[in-house]
């Protein structure tokens, strides 16, 4: 009975969070809809070739660009996992949470400063074909530039994954002299394969919803994602049925790719036995040595040319100025604002949602998951394949019944960036968690040990660690976002990407790339304090 | 100028804060009039001084947000005056039945072509073109056949009709010039087209990086360049079939709490007051009068030999046809 009690208690807080969720996602739907019930003969003429095209097109890149991204972060994130300790690791691991707070035209333009027509590799790609190098549009510079944003995102993830293998599995690895291939089968494989399917769908995710890249980069109206169609419904055609009707489409193709995803995936029975060894002790051979460097330089490379360009390009900003303007300085404070409330929101969020899920999972022994408990994992994280354009625009016919739109612009920004983040989050905390309870629960039914003082007592000190990720990477991803800012963004609500996107709309490009390089500064600096907070507890694999 | 921004979306801007007991007259725009550097706070002044009241701005992303913004509050709507929809909006924007007649003397105004409308005022046009970079293109196509049959080498930049407002200039740009036959044109052009970004901005940026040596924008670019950044490398390429016209217009609502101010707006509108603000802010032509001749940059802009422009109604019935025709010739 004892044991219900102290489950029910995270399984209502994971409840709620869905709740609010729910209420975010289906507040937008009833807005559009009452708009859409006037005219609804945009849903059913949505449904025609051009449909068609665009699916495809969107589930091809997307499958594509995850593939691309996924394979070779498990390399990246094993080489990571199988060297602790080696000078500039953590700047790594820092550098690559970078690529999520840019926004993606500043991202595009740094891709192409290398690979585009007039790139820094254009001379050398020119002669390798022979004639003039054209670029990389079309749907290798899709595929480049979302390699660039969720390699590093996928590397991380699945780290944090393996970082949960108690020390002592290293340790008898080590000691009864694994290869490679051996610890990879035994002891890497199994955490990374259930780790997998979660981080694979939320990189389909981001992939499916790619804006500004896919036009960019895409080169022509060929590239046109369902995201693409979702936007000129309701921004140049007015459309909100047909704009409905899209997302619809959108949804379940994705909740259908994310079920295959799911099927190929394992769920994994964490060990329940408290670790002896203190640390990890993991003796790579020289051949392995050389292969992991090997692989992490080259991601390096990858990750870190785009981003050299576009602090090259800001450095040619008249940056002093710029650092001393008044627009830029309070656009820092809001942005800085918005993203830490938004940051902190989606952790609670999560983190109910991680204890909910874990609960449920207890709850069912060894039967199928449940409705609910897919809700509190999946079902959350395909909130991101809501376009913000069609929250905003619900959520702006809803409101403006109740007074000033615009008074509420704030708060819609902060639940919505939460919102977006979530999936992120959810995936960063997870692992730790599950890993935790599965250690502790036992001992906290014996010794009575429940709800806050259980919370505070026993899962933050492993949560602390990647509570502090996962407040990071949510945190980048708000400071990046325009989509949502953009459309409560005004003069009041006026944040770093909106004012680089407005300075780059009047011809202000050298503030523009100026703007961008802070913005990458700043969200270095803050993975630098999310570390460190996250550092300050007993070692992760000590609890 | 008006810029489709990219994720610049729906509808919003600010309704202000009702401070003062002065009466106070509600202007919805787009952004980047508003912004520190547009002709807003320019603007702002001016009138404030000389009718002592209160002007307040609402800004929305852009033209089409503006108009989508009113559709959403209809009768509801706060604006007393919409300033910053253009001329292929204007026939949707009557249908709604929210505007009505200006009332004042047009005898400030002056538009190519001319311009008449019971209820729209201009304020500002400016014309399409392919803007150059005078040192990686030596020799500028000299019409848009020319740059329709020029060789693959030539790269050109340009933004989509679905999300853009000069992505949506260019397509009515080759309707004007191609009829029948802009979809071959299309077909053509295609492989000089390196990218379609979803907004100027995106385009441009690309441009000045060096990506491509041409990009759509606007005859009045160069003038930026050479006023703002004292350079004169950037060139429009004056294209012999004329370049395609936009037009921008205000128009007060039926809404509005008192109709003689909202004239009034109107009228200052098409004076100096207001149009002197226009050429270095909003880098767009005056349609009114300005107090002093225009700085010598612009008169070194190309002059269109001919002036191409639909109605709003013939844009408003066929730009979902011309859209799609565009789309299934781009996608092969």
């Given at each position: 009975?004892?044991?219900?009690?102290?489950?029910?208690?995270?399984?209502?807080?994971?409840?709620?969070?869905?709740?609010?969720?729910?209420?975010?996602?289906?507040?937008?739907?009833?807005?559009?809809?009452?708009?859409?019930?006037?005219?609804?003969?945009?849903?059913?003429?949505?449904?025609?070739?051009?449909?068609?095209?665009?699916?495809?097109?969107t589930?091809?890149q997307a499958?594509?660009s995850?593939?691309?991204?996924?394979?070779?972060?498990?390399?990246?994130?094993?080489?990571?996992?199988?060297?602790?300790?080696?000078?500039?690791?953590?700047?790594?691991?820092?550098?690559?949470?970078?690529?999520?707070?840019?926004?993606g035209?500043?991202a595009a333009?740094?891709?192409?400063?290398?690979?585009?027509?007039?790139?820094?590799?254009?001379?050398?790609?020119?002669?390798?074909?022979?004639?003039?190098?054209?670029?990389?549009?079309?749907?290798?510079?899709i595929?480049?530039a979302h390699?660039?944003f969720n390699?590093?995102?996928?590397?991380?993830?699945?780290?944090?994954?393996?970082?949960?293998?108690?020390?002592?599995?290293?340790?008898?690895?080590?000691?009864?002299?694994?290869?490679?291939?051996?610890?990879?089968?035994?002891?890497?494989?199994?955490?990374?394969?259930?780790?997998?399917?979660?981080?694979?769908?939320?990189?389909?995710m981001v992939c499916a919803v790619s804006f500004t890249v896919v036009l960019t980069l895409g080169?022509?109206?060929?590239a046109?994602t369902l995201e693409v169609?979702?936007?000129?419904?309701?921004?140049?055609?007015?459309?909100?049925?047909?704009?409905?009707?899209?997302?619809?489409?959108?949804?379940?193709?994705?909740?259908?790719?994310?079920?295959?995803?799911?099927?190929?995936?394992?769920?994994?029975?964490?060990?329940?036995?408290?670790?002896?060894?203190?640390?990890?002790?993991?003796?790579?051979?020289?051949?392995?040595?050389?292969?992991?460097?090997?692989?992490?330089?080259?991601?390096?490379?990858?990750?870190?040319?785009?981003?050299?360009?576009?602090?090259?390009?800001?450095?040619?900003?008249?940056?002093?100025?710029?650092?001393?303007?008044?627009?830029?300085?309070?656009?820092?404070?809001?942005?800085?604002?918005?993203?830490?409330?938004?940051?902190?929101?989606?952790?609670?969020?999560?983190?109910?949602?991680?204890?909910?899920?874990?609960?449920?999972?207890?709850?069912?022994?060894?039967?199928?998951?449940?409705?609910?408990?897919?809700?509190?994992?999946?079902?959350?994280?395909?909130?991101?394949?809501?376009?913000?354009?069609?929250?905003?625009?619900?959520?702006?016919?809803?409101?403006?019944?109740?007074?000033?739109?615009?008074?509420?612009?704030?708060?819609?920004?902060?639940?919505?960036?939460?919102?977006?983040?979530?999936?992120?989050?959810?995936?960063?905390?997870?692992?730790?968690?599950?890993?935790?309870?599965?250690?502790?629960?036992?001992?906290?039914?014996?010794?009575?040990?429940?709800?806050?003082?259980?919370?505070?007592?026993?899962?933050?000190?492993?949560?602390?660690?990647?509570?502090?990720?996962?407040?990071?990477?949510?945190?980048?991803?708000?400071?990046?976002?325009?989509?949502?800012?953009?459309?409560?963004?005004?003069?009041?609500?006026?944040?770093?990407?909106?004012?680089?996107?407005?300075?780059?709309?009047?011809?202000?490009?050298?503030?523009?790339?100026?703007?961008?390089?802070?913005?990458?500064?700043?969200?270095?600096?803050?993975?630098?304090?999310?570390?460190?907070?996250?550092?300050?507890?007993?070692?992760?694999?000590?609890? | 100028?008006?810029?489709?921004?990219?994720?610049?979306?729906?509808?919003?801007?600010?309704?202000?804060?009702?401070?003062?007991?002065?009466?106070?007259?509600?202007?919805?725009?787009?952004?980047?009039?508003?912004?520190?550097?547009?002709?807003?706070?320019?603007?702002?002044?001016?009138?404030?001084?000389?009718?002592?009241?209160?002007?307040?701005?609402?800004?929305?992303?852009?033209?089409?947000?503006?108009?989508?913004?009113?559709?959403?509050?209809?009768?509801?709507?706060?604006?007393?005056?919409?300033?910053?929809?253009?001329?292929?909006?204007?026939?949707?924007?009557?249908?709604?039945?929210?505007?009505?007649?200006?009332?004042?003397?047009?005898?400030?105004?002056?538009?190519?072509?001319?311009?008449?409308?019971?209820?729209?005022?201009?304020?500002?046009?400016?014309?399409?073109?392919?803007?150059?970079?005078?040192?990686?293109?030596?020799?500028?196509?000299?019409?848009?056949?020319?740059?329709?049959?020029?060789?693959?080498?030539?790269?050109?930049?340009?933004?989509?009709?679905?999300?853009?407002?000069?992505?949506?200039?260019?397509?009515?740009?080759?309707?004007?010039?191609?009829?029948?036959?802009?979809?071959?044109?299309?077909?053509?052009?295609?492989?000089?087209?390196?990218?379609?970004?979803?907004?100027?901005?995106?385009?441009?940026?690309?441009?000045?990086?060096?990506?491509?040596?041409?990009?759509?924008?606007?005859?009045?670019?160069?003038?930026?360049?050479?006023?703002?950044?004292?350079?004169?490398?950037?060139?429009?390429?004056?294209?012999?079939?004329?370049?395609?016209?936009?037009?921008?217009?205000?128009?007060?609502?039926?809404?509005?709490?008192?109709?003689?101010?909202?004239?009034?707006?109107?009228?200052?509108?098409?004076?100096?007051?207001?149009?002197?603000?226009?050429?270095?802010?909003?880098?767009?032509?005056?349609?009114?009068?300005?107090?002093?001749?225009?700085?010598?940059?612009?008169?070194?802009?190309?002059?269109?030999?001919?002036?191409?422009?639909?109605?709003?109604?013939?844009?408003?019935?066929?730009?979902?046809?011309?859209?799609?025709?565009?789309?299934?010739?781009?996608?092969?």
């Amino acid at each position: 009975m004892r044991e219900v009690y102290s489950r029910r208690g995270r399984i209502y807080a994971g409840m709620l969070a869905l709740l609010a969720l729910g209420v975010l996602v289906l507040g937008a739907f009833v807005g559009l809809g009452q708009e859409a019930l006037q005219s609804w003969h945009g849903a059913v003429s949505a449904f025609d070739g051009y449909l068609l095209r665009v699916a495809r097109f969107t589930l091809l890149q997307a499958g594509l660009s995850t593939l691309l991204s996924v394979l070779p972060a498990i390399l990246v994130a094993r080489a990571l996992a199988r060297h602790p300790r080696f000078f500039g690791r953590g700047f790594i691991l820092q550098l690559f949470a970078v690529p999520l707070a840019l926004p993606g035209i500043v991202a595009a333009l740094g891709i192409l400063a290398l690979y585009g027509r007039a790139g820094f590799l254009a001379p050398f790609l020119s002669s390798l074909s022979g004639e003039r190098w054209q670029g990389i549009y079309g749907l290798s510079g899709i595929l480049v530039a979302h390699v660039f944003f969720n390699l590093p995102l996928a590397a991380r993830l699945l780290l944090a994954a393996l970082e949960t293998v108690p020390a002592d599995q290293w340790k008898l690895s080590a000691q009864l002299g694994m290869g490679a291939g051996a610890t990879f089968r035994l002891v890497e494989w199994p955490v990374l394969r259930a780790a997998l399917p979660g981080v694979a769908t939320l990189v389909f995710m981001v992939c499916a919803v790619s804006f500004t890249v896919v036009l960019t980069l895409g080169g022509g109206p060929r590239a046109t994602t369902l995201e693409v169609a979702i936007y000129q419904a309701l921004r140049f055609d007015f459309d909100p049925a047909r704009a409905i009707a899209l997302t619809l489409v959108q949804v379940a193709l994705t909740a259908l790719i994310v079920f295959v995803l799911f099927q190929l995936g394992a769920t994994m029975t964490a060990d329940a036995s408290l670790p002896a060894a203190p640390r990890r002790s993991v003796f790579p051979r020289p051949a392995e040595t050389s292969f992991n460097f090997g692989v992490l330089l080259l991601a390096l490379v990858f990750v870190a040319g785009p981003m050299a360009a576009t602090v090259i390009a800001g450095l040619g900003a008249d940056l002093p100025r710029l650092a001393g303007e008044r627009a830029v300085l309070d656009a820092t404070a809001t942005s800085l604002i918005l993203a830490g409330l938004a940051a902190f929101l989606c952790l609670l969020l999560s983190i109910a949602l991680v204890m909910a899920r874990r609960s449920l999972e207890m709850s069912r022994g060894g039967r199928r998951a449940r409705l609910l408990e897919r809700l509190t994992d999946t079902g959350a994280s395909m909130v991101l394949i809501v376009p913000p354009i069609v929250i905003g625009a619900g959520w702006f016919i809803l409101l403006r019944h109740f007074g000033d739109v615009f008074a509420f612009a704030p708060l819609m920004v902060v639940a919505v960036n939460a919102a977006m983040a979530l999936p992120f989050t959810m995936r960063a905390i997870r692992p730790a968690y599950d890993a935790a309870s599965a250690r502790h629960e036992k001992l906290c039914l014996a010794l009575g040990i429940r709800g806050w003082s259980r919370f505070r007592l026993v899962d933050w000190p492993a949560l602390r660690r990647p509570a502090a990720t996962g407040l990071a990477f949510a945190m980048a991803l708000s400071l990046g976002d325009l989509g949502v800012i953009a459309l409560f963004g005004s003069d009041r609500v006026k944040t770093l990407p909106y004012l680089l996107f407005e300075r780059m709309g009047s011809y202000r490009t050298a503030d523009a790339a100026g703007l961008a390089l802070f913005l990458g500064i700043l969200c270095l600096g803050l993975m630098f304090i999310a570390t460190y907070w996250g550092k300050r507890t007993p070692d992760g694999s000590a609890t | 100028m008006r810029r489709t921004a990219l994720f610049a979306a729906l509808a919003l801007g600010i309704a202000g804060v009702p401070a003062s007991a002065q009466e106070k007259l509600t202007v919805y725009t787009y952004e980047s009039f508003t912004s520190e550097w547009g002709p807003g706070p320019v603007v702002e002044k001016a009138f404030e001084a000389e009718c002592g009241c209160d002007l307040e701005f609402v800004s929305v992303a852009d033209g089409v947000a503006l108009l989508n913004r009113l559709r959403l509050e209809g009768e509801g709507t706060e604006a007393d005056i919409v300033l910053g929809l253009d001329t292929n909006l204007t026939y949707e924007a009557k249908e709604t039945g929210l505007f009505a007649p200006h009332g004042i003397d047009p005898g400030n105004i002056n538009v190519p072509g001319g311009f008449e409308d019971d209820i729209f005022v201009p304020y500002d046009y400016g014309y399409f073109a392919f803007v150059y970079d005078t040192e990686a293109l030596k020799n500028p196509p000299e019409s848009l056949h020319d740059l329709v049959e020029a060789g693959d080498d030539l790269k050109i930049a340009i933004q989509d009709p679905r999300t853009s407002t000069p992505g949506l200039g260019l397509l009515l740009w080759m309707k004007a010039v191609y009829g029948d036959q802009a979809a071959e044109a299309w077909g053509k052009l295609k492989d000089n087209v390196l990218t379609v970004t979803p907004g100027w901005s995106e385009s441009y940026g690309l441009f000045t990086n060096g990506e491509v040596p041409m990009v759509l924008s606007y005859t009045t670019s160069p003038a930026y360049h050479e006023i703002a950044d004292g350079t004169e490398r950037y060139k429009a390429a004056s294209f012999s079939e004329g370049h395609y016209l936009q037009v921008e217009v205000a128009a007060r609502t039926v809404k509005a709490k008192d109709k003689a101010l909202a004239e009034r707006f109107l009228s200052f509108m098409t004076g100096p007051g207001f149009q002197d603000a226009i050429p270095e802010t909003n880098w767009m032509f005056p349609a009114g009068k300005t107090s002093a001749p225009l700085d010598p940059a612009f008169d070194k802009l190309v002059q269109p030999a001919r002036t191409l422009m639909f109605s709003s109604q013939e844009v408003a019935e066929n730009r979902k046809a011309w859209v799609d025709e565009w789309l299934s010739v781009m996608s092969r």
